[in-house]
């Protein structure tokens, strides 16, 4: 294999100086000769950058794998969705890069035939799993990865967005625009059942940072089992409440659209008499009226990066890796800043880089 030494050494310039040309360092000062000759005697050498060979040997392992994908919704679930339809391409997409096979398991009513899992050269489990299913899928699965999730303890592989993270920057920048009464509308972590309703990431996060603020109303966070219909059922519930919140933050897009519904059905007008916020950016986001102003998570990029993470372990990776992506706050105009206050755009949040954490 060739080292960027050797290319150097014929080229007649540092080791740092071929590495910054291959890989197109900016800020390098480099005559157009010197670069040229480097790049002609890397490819007449057959070079090949470390990402290069990384996604070479990918590609080699990953050829005509069996990946199963088992998802936590049904189809018709998963379509009213277009988040975990994100998450899902994300995964078939690396896959056909990947030339390997997709087998698609759904996780609802009747458990399939373990079967398919034991079967499969890997699983990648999408959405949220507890009890006897996430036993299931340990049990049968030679190597599992979780996208969209992290169960508890270190096991195996998981990407996910900091959805946490997102939320305390979303109240951080409503609340220097002026806002004080921020309502939320979110679900009810099944897993946590009816002795911790508000245990879901984005609404515990809303509570303790609320309540650590000194805004905390319990009036202002309503939860309940996702329906179809919670954004409505729970928007219409609290701004028909004697103080109703002068901004609402929902859980995701979907509620939103059942908030703006009910909105519209009371008389009332967005951001004049109630701004709105979500999760998502789901592609309908920036076509509603207002457009939605929401924290934008990768949805294809953590399908994508689940399946590399089960390629990395059926090379030989041994420890769990969990990988964790930033977000991006989207302002659009259901979320001005009130008068006198700052511009939402001066309060943008730029997506950070992904972090690995070992498991």
């Known amino acids: 294999m060739v080292t960027i030494k050797e290319i150097a050494s014929a080229v007649g310039v540092s080791s740092a100086t071929v590495s910054r040309v291959l890989n197109y360092d900016p800020t390098l000062s480099i005559s157009t000769r010197k670069r040229q000759a480097i790049i002609e005697t890397a490819e007449a050498l057959n070079y090949a950058t470390p990402r290069n060979r990384n996604r070479a040997a990918a590609q080699a392992v990953g050829s005509g794998l069996k990946i199963a994908l088992v998802h936590f919704l049904d189809p018709a679930q998963e379509l009213a969705d277009p988040y975990y339809v994100g998450v899902r391409l994300g995964i078939e997409s690396r896959c056909q890069a990947l030339n390997s096979d997709v087998v698609k398991v759904f996780l609802t009513g009747n458990t399939p035939e373990a079967t398919i899992l034991e079967g499969a050269s890997g699983v990648v489990a999408v959405g949220h799993y507890y009890g006897d299913e996430l036993e299931w899928l340990r049990r049968h699965s030679r190597h599992l990865v979780f996208a969209d999730y992290a ?49 879901e990431r984005r609404c515990h996060t809303y509570i303790d940072w609320m309540t650590k603020t000194g805004l905390f109303d319990p009036e202002l966070c309503l939860v309940d089992p996702m329906t179809p219909d919670s954004g409505y059922r729970l928007a219409k ?113 730029p997506a950070s880089s992904a972090s690995e954490v070992p498991g």
Not at 170 to 193: N, P, S
Not at 313 to 321: D, F
Request: hydrophobic fraction near 45%; include cysteine; glycine fraction near 8%.
């Open 151 to 199: 169960p508890a303890g270190d096991m195996e592989d998981t990407v996910l967005s900091d959805v946490s993270q997102a939320m305390i920057r979303l109240l951080e920048a409503v609340h220097a625009m002026g806002y004080r009464r921020i309502g939320f509308i979110g679900w009810i972590d099944a897993f946590y059942g009816p002795d911790n309703i508000h245990s």
């Open 237 to 349: 519930a609290m701004l028909s409440k004697p103080n109703p919140p002068k901004i609402l933050i929902t859980c995701n897009d979907n509620m939103a659209l059942g908030a703006y519904r009910a909105i519209n059905e009371m008389g009332l007008r967005i951001p004049d008499d109630v701004a709105v916020a979500s999760f998502n950016d789901i592609p309908v986001a920036q076509f509603l009226g207002p457009p939605l102003s929401t924290v934008k998570i990768p949805a294809e990029l953590i399908g994508e990066t689940a399946v590399d993470l089960l390629v990395e372990r059926l090379s030989g990776r041994e420890v769990a890796k969990k990988v964790v992506f930033g977000t991006e706050i989207i302002w659009r105009a259901s979320t001005p800043a009130p008068t006198g206050a700052a511009n939402p755009a001066e309060h943008m949040v």
